[in-house]
């Protein structure tokens, strides 16, 4: 066997294989007899069919599979002794000849091999990437503290509705002429004003009394949100999305959650007794745990803004026409327009893999098993705490996060989320933290 490979350019590779017979020959004859040995045909005892009648038989597909074997071998081993960094996989090269598969035929397989781009680590503190510590603005402050006070709060019924009220109503779909109509939708059910969009519906909703009767266009309230129509309506979202009818509005009661009095009973019931006794110190107290909250807000978009600015200082050229051909091999329901649209999020993000691997290669970082199985646990942790109103004991979760990680997929995932996040540690290790403070409200602002 001969393997030879053709340097198209620095990222386009076509391998040559060339098989005789002495190549494929030894383990062909090895599985026709092993074939004889099980083979169920009739006039012929199992286990006693001659190998001359399953060569002629089967040889042909006994060739192919014998030849496929030792081609994916071949050229396997053939990357690894040639250390050859490709992407994707080697594909077919449409040039190749078509065979007649026969037990003496000599063949050539040539494959096309999109090579990885050469490239250097630099990294160093001439790198500064924006770093922010998020401060609470007043309007977040004030907007935390009301919902507090409201969840502490008593619910009144006033006669009167404002803004801020829920409306307890019934709904009943109307036809066109605005009659009742015919097998029509009824729920009773909430409306809460302060979610309705449209401002002229909204209007229409503030200052009605419990008996009061209006109709009501539940898609312009709601912008056309499906979730929300079919959850007010209690019908299927499809059926949501789909509704053109208006509907009668009949108030039943007019509900309103009013805040709790910044009392010293509040605070205790917040934070527990006399450890907070003025306002001052609640707002203090609200201030720093929202800005604690906002630790991690700052750190995923810390990571954000560096993995840009990587793709963007190693804009490496890749072998797009090859990948192209590869991720329609690999995904036979990708459209050429999904290809287009999506190609070239799928080429920054292998970018970032290439320079992340590289880090991990040159630094010698290593990622224990130990490390995965922490990572696993604690997002098994979070995710059974919103399921289970039960604390689950270490040893239960340990459990847990050795069968998740039996998964293939899962196991792999979890390696490549703790490979990135040792990668980010290293990197800001390495690069300047432009430390920036910024008020909350602005950090929803930047692009």
Same mark, same amino acid.
Do not use: C
């Given at each position: 066997?001969?393997?030879?490979?053709?340097?198209?350019?620095?990222?386009?590779?076509?391998?040559?294989?060339?098989?005789?017979?002495?190549?494929?020959?030894?383990?062909?004859?090895?599985?026709?007899?092993?074939?004889?040995? /099980?083979?169920?045909?009739?006039?012929?005892?199992?286990?006693?069919?001659?190998?001359?009648?399953?060569?002629?038989?089967?040889?042909?597909?006994?060739?192919?599979?014998?030849?496929?074997?030792?081609?994916?071998?071949?050229?396997?081993?053939?990357?690894?002794?040639?250390?050859?960094?490709?992407?994707?996989?080697?594909?077919?090269?449409?040039?190749?000849?078509?065979?007649?598969?026969?037990?003496?035929?000599?063949?050539?397989?040539?494959?096309?091999?999109?090579?990885?781009?050469?490239?250097?680590?630099?990294?160093?503190?001439?790198?500064?990437?924006?770093?922010?510590?998020?401060?609470?603005?007043?309007?977040?402050?004030?907007?935390?503290?009301?919902?507090?006070?409201?969840?502490?709060?008593?619910?009144?019924?006033?006669? $009167?509705?404002?803004?801020?009220? $829920?409306?307890?109503?019934?709904?009943?779909?109307?036809?066109?002429?605005?009659?009742?109509?015919?097998?029509?939708?009824?729920?009773?059910?909430?409306?809460?004003?302060?979610?309705?969009?449209?401002?002229?519906?909204?209007?229409?909703?503030?200052?009605?009394? $419990?008996?009061?009767?209006?109709?009501?266009?539940?898609?312009?309230?709601?912008?056309?949100?499906?979730?929300?129509?079919?959850?007010?309506? /209690?019908?299927?979202?499809?059926?949501?999305?789909?509704?053109?009818?208006?509907?009668?509005?009949?108030?039943?009661?007019?509900?309103?959650?009013?805040?709790?009095?910044?009392?010293?009973?509040?605070?205790?019931? #917040?934070?527990?007794?006399?450890? $907070?006794?003025?306002?001052?110190?609640?707002?203090?107290?609200?201030?720093?745990?929202?800005?604690?909250?906002?630790?991690?807000?700052?750190?995923?978009?810390?990571?954000?803004?560096?993995?840009?600015? #990587?793709?963007?200082?190693?804009?490496?050229?890749?072998?797009?026409?090859?990948?192209?051909?590869?991720?329609?091999?690999?995904?036979?329901?990708?459209?050429?327009?999904?290809?287009?649209?999506?190609?070239?999020?799928?080429?920054?993000?292998?970018?970032?893999?290439?320079?992340?691997? /590289?880090?991990?290669?040159?630094?010698?970082?290593?990622?224990?098993?130990?490390?995965?199985?922490?990572?696993? /646990?604690?997002?098994?942790?979070?995710?059974?705490?919103?399921?289970?109103?039960?604390?689950?004991?270490?040893?239960?979760?340990?459990?847990?996060?050795?069968?998740?990680?039996?998964?293939?997929?899962?196991?792999?995932?979890?390696?490549?989320?703790?490979?990135?996040?040792? #990668?980010?540690?290293?990197?800001?290790?390495?690069?300047?933290?432009?430390?920036?403070?910024?008020?909350?409200?602005?950090?929803?602002?930047?692009?």
């Amino acid at each position: 066997m001969n393997i030879t490979e053709e340097k198209i350019d620095n990222l386009n590779s076509l391998v040559k294989i060339n098989i005789k017979p002495e190549d494929y020959l030894p383990s062909v004859e090895k599985a026709i007899k092993a074939q004889a040995k /099980k083979a169920k045909l009739p006039g012929f005892r199992e286990g006693l069919v001659p190998v001359s009648h399953i060569k002629k038989v089967y040889g042909k597909s006994i060739l192919v599979d014998q030849v496929n074997t030792l081609l994916n071998d071949s050229i396997k081993q053939y990357i690894t002794d040639s250390k050859l960094s490709i992407l994707g996989q080697p594909l077919p090269h449409p040039d190749t000849e078509k065979h007649n598969w026969d037990l003496s035929d000599e063949f050539e397989f040539k494959y096309e091999v999109g090579l990885a781009p050469s490239f250097e680590l630099d990294f160093s503190k001439a790198d500064a990437i924006p770093y922010y510590t998020i401060k609470i603005d007043p309007e977040t402050l004030e907007s935390r503290i009301k919902n507090i006070r409201k969840s502490y709060g008593k619910m009144t019924n006033p006669e $009167v509705s404002s803004d801020n009220d $829920v409306l307890y109503a019934e709904l009943t779909q109307l036809s066109a002429d605005g009659s009742v109509f015919e097998d029509a939708i009824r729920a009773t059910t909430s409306v809460r004003i302060d979610l309705v969009s449209d401002e002229e519906v909204k209007k229409s909703l503030i200052g009605l009394k $419990v008996g009061d009767v209006i109709e009501f266009d539940i898609q312009k309230a709601f912008n056309h949100d499906s979730f929300q129509v079919s959850k007010i309506l /209690k019908i299927d979202e499809v059926d949501a999305k789909d509704l053109t009818s208006n509907f009668q509005l009949t108030v039943k009661n007019v509900n309103r959650l009013d805040e709790s009095d910044l009392n010293q009973e509040f605070f205790d019931k #917040v934070f527990g007794e006399g450890i $907070v006794t003025t306002e001052e110190q609640f707002r203090e107290k609200i201030t720093g745990e929202l800005e604690s909250m906002m630790v991690q807000n700052s750190e995923t978009r810390f990571q954000g803004d560096l993995a840009k600015y #990587v793709i963007a200082k190693y804009a490496m050229q890749l072998p797009d026409e090859f990948l192209m051909r590869w991720l329609k091999v690999t995904n036979k329901d990708l459209s050429d327009e999904d290809l287009q649209k999506g190609y070239d999020d799928f080429a920054n993000n292998l970018r970032w893999t290439l320079v992340a691997d /590289k880090v991990v290669k040159e630094n010698k970082i290593e990622i224990k098993y130990e490390d995965v199985f922490e990572s696993a /646990k604690i997002k098994l942790g979070a995710q059974l705490s919103m399921y289970s109103p039960q604390a689950v004991t270490d040893e239960t979760l340990s459990d847990y996060t050795v069968q998740f990680l039996q998964n293939q997929e899962s196991a792999s995932k979890s390696f490549d989320e703790v490979k990135t996040q040792k #990668v980010f540690e290293y990197l800001k290790s390495v690069i300047t933290l432009d430390r920036q403070e910024i008020e909350y409200n602005k950090f929803l602002l930047l692009d």
